[in-house]
């Protein structure tokens, strides 16, 4: 079955600080990859994905790239601010299936 | 454009007592729907999907039951709430399953003593 393994949190960076927060899955097909991000407070929000072996997904300063060979899909920001202090999940979705999410790494962005 | 609406957004039951969480999407038709919960410090779980009018999936086997009466309307209810019931319970949509964005309500907090 597909399933995916995020980085166990809560991280905490200061601003302007490198972030990396680990993904890594397991999927029957070739998977579609996301991440999402949650506010305080509030529902999901599709903060990036990449449908396919090599692409790199972007938003806000944030990336991921879809690596096939290492199973990975690693969310990267090279300076975070305090705005961006939120809960992560990292997701995957093959055909005809449903979303399977990671458990979350919560983020705090002092500063 | 499309938004998705979630009521109540927290609330506070005994146990024993009913639940009806309901969600609503506008500017699109025959959606795909989900309730996912969200446990204190966890993932998501999804809990119900539904790919139309009166067709309801359920993922996990629990107590609660969930209902699409309309188009566009989405109802998670419960007889009897348990103390392991409470949490963060996020609906979602999409236009189909084949296309890969799903787009989340605001979600409901809920608390049940």
């Known amino acids: 079955g597909n399933s995916v393994t995020q980085m166990e949190g809560p991280v905490t960076l200061s601003e302007e600080a490198f972030l990396t927060i680990n993904c890594t899955y397991t999927?029957?097909?070739?998977?579609?990859l996301f991440w999402y991000v949650q506010y305080p407070g509030e529902g999901l929000q599709l903060l990036l994905k990449a449908t396919k072996a090599d692409d790199k997904g972007s938003n806000k300063g944030f990336e991921a790239t879809y690596r096939k060979e290492t199973t990975s899909f690693h969310l990267e920001k090279g300076s975070v601010q305090v705005s961006d202090s939120a809960v992560y999940f990292c997701?995957?979705?093959?055909?005809?299936?449903?979303?399977?999410f990671g458990e979350g790494t919560q983020l705090t962005v002092n500063p | 454009s499309q938004t998705i609406h979630q009521w109540p957004a927290t609330l506070v039951q005994p146990v024993g007592s009913p639940l009806s969480l309901e969600c609503t999407v506008e500017?699109?038709?025959?959606?795909?729907l989900y309730w996912y919960r969200q446990a204190a410090g966890r993932g998501l779980q999804l809990l119900f999907y539904?790919?139309?009018?009166?067709?309801i999936s359920s993922e996990v086997p629990q107590n609660l039951s969930a209902s699409r009466p309309q188009d566009r309307q989405f109802i998670l209810s419960s007889k009897k709430l348990l103390l392991s019931d409470s949490g963060f319970y996020l609906c979602?949509?999409?236009?189909?399953?084949?296309?890969?964005?799903?787009?989340f309500g605001p979600g409901t907090r809920l608390t049940v003593l």
């Open positions: 997701a995957l979705e093959t055909s005809g299936s449903r979303l399977t």
């Open positions: 500017g699109t038709s025959n959606p795909n």
């Open positions: 979602a949509w999409r236009v189909s399953p084949n296309t890969d964005t799903q787009y």
């Open positions: 999927a029957t097909g070739y998977p579609s």
């Open positions: 539904s790919v139309g009018i009166g067709q």
